[in-house]
């Protein structure tokens, strides 16, 4: 499968701890994204990389949460002291990141949070 | 920030019948693109229409898009049991490389 993987595809953690998620690309993506999508909406931007350059970051990234792509292929997503409006789906895709209008990104299949 | 926005929010058809449903969105876009996603799954892209691009079709799936009203429409043709899903637009600033969800349409087929 050369798709988007991430993983874990569940997590439940207590709240007030730490939880670490991971995302492989497309292997020849150098653009990867992170979203988070609760229950009833559409996904809302977090955060992108330009291969390990973090480039943008959305508000909704408070300091609690922190990412990384260190050597430009996974990512990992880390949220700390974990609280309830924290449960969701998140959600990483990658793109080839082409210059030009040309944007399509492909998603994995999420992991959904729940902190209890 | 520019958001997508789908109307109607749901819609329960016979297998067989076309389903449209319509997006709208607030400032200039690059492309927009529609993406597919079955319950608690991830999303699975279907088409991406540039804003130079008036129509596109691919396979039983027509989108148009008229940037003088901001707006797209995503068009299925001979629905199947299979197309049970929702149904999401997204926009695409140039430059902006953040894709902008609306919340959503749930489409319902009938077999």
């Known amino acids: 499968d050369t798709g988007v993987s991430q993983d874990p595809r569940h997590k439940i953690t207590k709240r007030g701890q730490n939880v670490t998620f991971r995302c492989d690309p497309i292997?020849?993506?150098?653009?990867l994204y992170w979203y988070r999508q609760t229950l009833g909406q559409g996904p809302e931007f977090l955060t992108y990389f330009q291969n390990e350059a973090q480039l943008e970051k959305s508000r909704l990234l408070s300091d609690r949460f922190s990412a990384e792509r260190p050597k430009g292929s996974f990512s990992t997503l880390e949220i700390q002291r974990t609280e309830q409006g924290d449960s969701a789906m998140y959600l990483c895709a990658s793109s080839l990141g082409v210059a030009g209008p040309y944007n399509e990104q492909f998603f994995g299949p999420g992991t959904r949070l729940t902190v209890l | 920030s520019q958001q997508g926005e789908e109307d109607p929010q749901a819609l329960s058809i016979q297998e067989g019948e076309n389903a449209t449903m319509n997006c709208s969105y607030k400032t200039s876009i690059n492309n927009l693109q529609w993406y597919r996603q079955n319950s608690g799954r991830g999303l699975v892209h279907l088409i991406l229409i540039r804003s130079n691009e008036r129509e596109k079709h691919s396979g039983r799936l027509r989108v148009t898009l008229d940037t003088s009203k901001k707006s797209s429409s995503l068009l299925i043709t001979a629905s199947r049991a299979a197309d049970t899903a929702s149904y999401f637009c997204a926009t695409d600033a140039w430059g902006n490389n953040r894709l902008a969800f609306g919340k959503g349409n749930q489409v319902v087929v009938i077999p």
């Open positions: 292997s020849e993506h150098n653009r």
